[in-house]
Nanobody, 125 residues
Framework: QVQMVESGGGLVQAGGSLTPSCAAS????????MGWIRQAPGKERETVAA????????YYADSVKGRFTISRDNAKNTVYLQMNNLNPEDTAVYYC??????????????????WGQGTQVTVSS
């Protein structure tokens, strides 16, 4: 049974930082592409960052480029999203997701087959 558990969300003031993490089990983590997808109220899901199985390829949405960094530790079956200089527009539920079909990385949300339960990130102005 695949489980993906996010932690590290929370409430932060504009300009602050958070680093959510996602621990995966029940899958061959090192063979999966990983992504962080967010969904704000009334908006569609958006892939904000993605990383290949080796970590050699990464992707960032334009809205977070230069502020967010995705990384992974295959020994710990964990993926991280370092978020700096947060602003209120970053407020959303952040989901980690895994794809076996696209181990080199995936930018589209429909390419991910396994999802965590999400962690809320709220940025106050």
């Amino acid at each position: 049974q695949v489980q993906m558990v996010e932690s590290g969300g929370g409430l932060v003031q504009a300009g602050g930082s958070l680093t959510p993490s996602c621990a995966a089990s029940g899958l061959m983590f090192s063979r999966h592409g990983m992504g962080w997808i967010r969904q704000a109220p009334g908006k569609e899901r958006e892939t904000v960052a993605a990383i290949s199985w080796t970590g050699g390829w990464t992707y960032y949405a334009d809205s977070v480029k230069g502020r967010f960094t995705i990384s992974r530790d295959n020994a710990k079956n964990t993926v991280y999203l370092q978020m700096n200089n947060l602003n209120p527009e970053d407020t959303a539920v952040y989901y980690c997701a895994a794809t076996a079909k696209y181990p080199l990385g995936a930018t589209q949300t429909q390419h991910y087959g396994y999802w965590g339960q999400g962690t809320q990130v709220t940025v106050s102005s």
